[in-house]
């Protein structure tokens, strides 16, 4: 969804693989390649800082606070083992 190029904290996101919006200080993302799963808003649990205005595409974000547990979940909970293996 993003990558840090300079090891700083920086994160920019891949246009070109999804959308990321800072919703209320939540990275939220939506993918535009995964058709088995599509993930549309999904709410990662990271916590975010941007310096964007609302209704514009985020350029930038730095992780204030990462998600508690590395899965995702729906009516289940699959955790992150079962996704890569």
């Known amino acids: 969804m993003a990558y840090d190029e300079s090891?700083?904290?920086q994160y920019k996101p891949f246009f070109s693989y999804g959308l990321t919006e800072n919703v209320?200080?939540?990275?939220?993302?939506t993918s535009f390649h995964n058709f088995d799963?599509?993930?549309i808003r999904y709410d990662t649990g990271d916590l975010i800082a941007s310096e964007n205005r609302?209704?514009?595409l985020m350029e930038a974000f730095s992780i204030?606070?990462?998600r508690n547990?590395?899965?995702l979940?729906?009516?289940y909970l699959i955790f992150s083992y079962f996704l890569y293996n």
Do not use: E, R, W, Y
């Open 69 to 71: 547990a590395n899965a």
């Open 73 to 75: 979940s729906d009516s």
């Open 64 to 66: 204030t606070q990462g």
């Open 54 to 56: 609302k209704g514009q």
């Open 7 to 9: 090891k700083n904290n």
């Open 37 to 39: 799963m599509p993930l």
């Open 24 to 29: 209320d200080g939540h990275l939220v993302g």
